[in-house]
C-alpha cells in the first residue's frame, strides 16, 4: 500500500484491482499486506473522500470496503499484515480480514469509529470478536480504544509484535520471516487447511469434522501428498510443487 497522501486511507477502489490479479495465480503462495509510508500501515476510510458523498454514495462505498475485506478473507493463500504503523478503523479492519498479524511495538490500532460518530463497517464488528471473544470485541469498539503492538499480542489481536527499528519496517521484516516459514510447506495442503479452518469455524463442530474430511480428500490425489511421504522415507527434505 502507497498513498502517501491520504497515509493509505482506503478509497473507492484501492486494492480491489490488485487484489484481482493475484487471486488465480498458484505461484502466489502467501500475501503479504505492507505499507509503504513510514509511520502508517492504513489509516481507515478515507473521510475525505467520503465527506464529499451523498447519503446513497457512502452506502455504496461501505458495501464495496466490506466486500474487498470478504475477498482479502476468502483469498485462497494465507495473508499477512505487517503493521509497521498506524492501523485504524478500516486499516485495522483488513489486518483483520487477514489470516495472521504481525505488529511493530510502536504501532497504533483500533477500531475508532466510535470516536468519529460511526461505527466499524467493513467487518470489524464480526471479525474481532471472532479474534477476541465478544466481551473484550465490544469494549474495544464501545471506547475505540487504540492499542499499541505489545498490548495488541497480549490480547491475542496480532500473532507477534516486535520492536521497532530505525527504518520502521520491523513488522514487515517478521512478516517476511514468518512467511519464509509457509513457503516450503505444500501449498494445496496449506490452502485447503485454511478452507477447513476458516469455514469450520463457522459452524457446529461435527459440520466442521465434514468439511475438514471433504478437505483432506481433496489433497488425497495430489502429487505432494505423495511427494511428502516419500521424503520422509528416503530421509530428505520434499519438493512440494503445488500438484
Not at 458523498?53 to 466486500?67: D, F, H, K, S
Amino acid at each position: 500500500m502507497n498513498r502517501p497522501h491520504a497515509r493509505n486511507a482506503l478509497g473507492n477502489v484501492f486494492l480491489l484491482e490488485a487484489l484481482a490479479q493475484l487471486w488465480n495465480d498458484k505461484q502466489v503462495r502467501v500475501l503479504l499486506f505492507r505499507s509503504g509510508v513510514k509511520g502508517v500501515f492504513c489509516a481507515g476510510a478515507d473521510l475525505k473522500e467520503r465527506e464529499q458523498m451523498n447519503e446513497a454514495e457512502v452506502g455504496v462505498c461501505v458495501q464495496r470496503l466490506r466486500g474487498l475485506m470478504n475477498e482479502i478473507a476468502a483469498f485462497p493463500a494465507p495473508t499477512i499484515a505487517a503493521m509497521d504503523g498506524y492501523a485504524l478503523g478500516g486499516g485495522l479492519e483488513l489486518a483483520l480480514a487477514c489470516d495472521l498479524r504481525v505488529a511493530a511495538s510502536s504501532a497504533v490500532m483500533g477500531l475508532i469509529e466510535t470516536t468519529r460518530g460511526l461505527l466499524p463497517g467493513a467487518g470489524g464488528t464480526q471479525r474481532l470478536p471472532r479474534c477476541l471473544g465478544v466481551a473484550l470485541a465490544k469494549e474495544l469498539i464501545f471506547t475505540g480504544r487504540r492499542l499499541n503492538g505489545m498490548q495488541a499480542q497480549a490480547l491475542g489481536l496480532v500473532n507477534h509484535a516486535v520492536a521497532q527499528n530505525e527504518e520502521g519496517n520491523a513488522a514487515y521484516h517478521r512478516a517476511r520471516e514468518l512467511a519464509q516459514e509457509i513457503l516450503p510447506q505444500a501449498p494445496i495442503a496449506v490452502r485447503l487447511g485454511k478452507v477447513a479452518i476458516d469455514r469450520g469455524m463457522e459452524v457446529d463442530i461435527a459440520s466442521g469434522m465434514a468439511i475438514e474430511g471433504i478437505c483432506y480428500a481433496q489433497n488425497i490425489p495430489t502429487r505432494d501428498r505423495l511427494e511428502g511421504m516419500a521424503a520422509f522415507r528416503e530421509k530428505r527434505p520434499p519438493r512440494f510443487v503445488g500438484e
